[in-house]
Nanobody, 120 residues
Framework: VQLQASGGGLVQPGGSLRLSCAAS????????MGWYRQASGKQRELVAT???????NYGYSVQGRFTISRDNAKNTVYLQMNSLKPEDTAVYYC???????????????WGQGTQVTVSS
C-alpha cells in the first residue's frame, strides 16, 4: 500500500493551494484519512481528518481556512488551503487508516510528505 501526496509548492501569503493524496495497492477498506504537518524544528501536528462517512475535524490554527474532503471511489483525500499564512509553511503528510486485503485489522499508513512554503 502506498500513499502518494501532491500539490505542494510556493505560494504568497493570502494565496491558496490544494493538496491531494491517493492511496493505492491491495486495499480492502479505508477508515479515517487526514493531513498532518511538521514545520522545521517543531513537532508534527494535526491539520485535519475526515472519516469514511465525511465527518471532519480540524486543528485550531486552520479552522475556517482549510477544508478537507475525500473521494472514496478514488481512495483519495484532499486539502483545500485558503488564506495561507507564513506560519502554514511546513511539510504536509497525508495519513490513512487502511485495512489491506487478507488482514483482520486496519493500520495507519503515511505518505511521503509534500512541502508547502508561504512566502512573499
Amino acid at each position: 500500500v502506498q500513499l502518494q501526496a501532491s500539490g505542494g509548492g510556493l505560494v504568497q501569503p493570502g494565496g491558496s493551494l490544494r493538496l491531494s493524496c491517493a492511496a493505492s495497492g491491495s486495499i480492502f477498506s479505508i477508515n479515517d484519512m487526514g493531513w498532518y504537518r511538521q514545520a522545521s524544528g517543531k513537532q508534527r501536528e494535526l491539520v485535519a481528518t475526515i472519516s469514511k462517512g465525511g465527518s471532519t475535524n480540524y486543528g485550531y490554527s486552520v479552522q475556517g481556512r482549510f477544508t478537507i474532503s475525500r473521494d472514496n471511489a478514488k481512495n483519495t483525500v484532499y486539502l483545500q488551503m485558503n488564506s495561507l499564512k507564513p506560519e502554514d509553511t511546513a511539510v504536509y503528510y497525508c495519513n490513512a487508516e487502511i485495512r489491506i486485503k487478507g488482514s483482520t485489522w486496519p493500520r495507519p499508513y503515511w505518505g511521503q510528505g509534500t512541502q508547502v512554503t508561504v512566502s512573499s
